[in-house]
């Protein structure tokens, strides 16, 4: 934990969040030191903290939608989702392990996944809008490692703090999201064989094609916009869980298949 450092602007806030991730060291969150943060300079910090992985070689490869479900929102204590930005350091090929050695304190949580065929853009994208823009849909499991201790945080530190992001793994089967009810794709969550949690697609905004246009609207208010072949993580479905060195973690789908993760 660093006590030393005094983060009052946009720079040094995203690289005092960028070492602490490359350190693997937990922190204060940015706003006991500058309690001014407001939402639009969070989402500023991001972007940079982004564009810094971006020149170290890092691509952007897709969104992820942060803080979708009731069940995280009550867990975090915060009842705005988010988004934030995954990138091609984050993925996690099917079979490897989770690094945790690398990383601070990871959970898990599973997702549904989508895989766009269209550039979506907002403003007054619908779920319809959004739908008819996806080419594919994927069960996925995000790895969140927050930098802030004990994963506690106000939104705009953990807007700053690009959502958490670590790691993505992306499940096997591909569906198209239009011979499937998403609303109704239930998944359950496994740690060492015992169920812990279980939700269906309706957890995230109702419907994750209403989390996928949220992001879409929420985008176009600081002018981007979803690019054609992204990927986007619609939002933790269950409560994530702790991965520890050696647990195994399966999210089951109903007709997305399962994706497994083990703790190095
Ligand atoms: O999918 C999610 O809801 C990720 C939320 C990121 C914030 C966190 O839980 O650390
Ligand atoms: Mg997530």
Known sequence: ????????????????????????????PITDEWP??????????????????????????GVKLGLTSRAKQQRMGISSPLTAWLTDGMVLEAGVPIPTEKLIHPRVEPEIVFVMGERLAGPGVTAATAMASVR????????????????????????????????????????????????????VLQVNGVVVDSATGAAVQGHPAEALALAANALADRGLAI??????????????????????????????????????
């Open 1 to 28: 934990m660093n006590t030393n450092s005094t983060v009052r602007d946009v720079r040094s806030a995203a690289t005092e969040l960028l070492r602490a991730e490359a350190q693997q060291t937990d922190r204060h």
């Open 36 to 61: 001014e943060l407001d939402l639009a300079t969070a989402y500023e910090v991001q972007a940079q903290l982004i564009a810094d992985k971006v020149a170290s070689g890092e691509k952007i490869v």
């Open 136 to 187: 594919s849909v994927f069960a996925g499991v995000e790895v969140i490692d927050s930098r802030y201790i004990d994963f506690k945080f106000t939104l705009p530190d953990v807007v700053a703090d690009n959502a958490s992001s670590s790691r993505f793994v992306i499940g096997s089967v591909e569906r198209d999201p239009r011979e499937l009810d998403l609303a109704l794709e239930a998944c």
């Open 227 to 264: 690019e054609a072949g992204w990927i986007v993580l619609t939002g933790g479905l269950t409560d994530a869980v702790f991965v520890r060195p050696g647990e195994q973690i399966v999210a089951e789908f109903t007709n997305l298949g399962s994706v497994t993760v083990v703790g190095s």
